[in-house]
């Protein structure tokens, strides 16, 4: 951004403008998908947390495949979602 002077007072009749350029140091934002834990037979839904370690200026889309581990098929769906964490945000489920 330009910094503009005035003046004011004085006998000055010429002001310097200048600029300020401001470095970006936030860093890409990683991101975290959370534990979590469901009774079998008691719990119809998981939502799963998904982070961001810091807020980024543009929606962040999160895929997010759910897949075979230690429950069997047939006590989920496999399933692909898409998690939107909206521009300044950092979390979403």
Do not use: C
């Not at 890409?28 to 998981?46: H, Q, R, S, Y």
């Not at 982070?51 to 999160?62: A, E, G, I, R, Y």
Request: hydrophobic content about 35%.
């Amino acid at each position: 951004f330009n910094v503009n002077g005035t003046v004011t007072s004085g006998t000055a009749t010429q002001v310097n403008n200048g600029s300020v350029q401001i470095n970006d140091d936030d860093g890409v934002p990683t991101i975290t998908l959370g534990d979590v834990t469901v009774t079998e037979g008691t719990d119809p839904t998981a939502v799963i947390p998904v982070t961001l370690s810091n807020p980024n200026s543009v929606p962040v889309d999160v895929t997010v495949t759910l897949t075979t581990g230690t429950a069997g098929t047939d006590d989920y769906v496999e399933t692909v979602l898409t998690v939107t964490i909206p521009a300044g945000a950092t979390q979403g489920v």
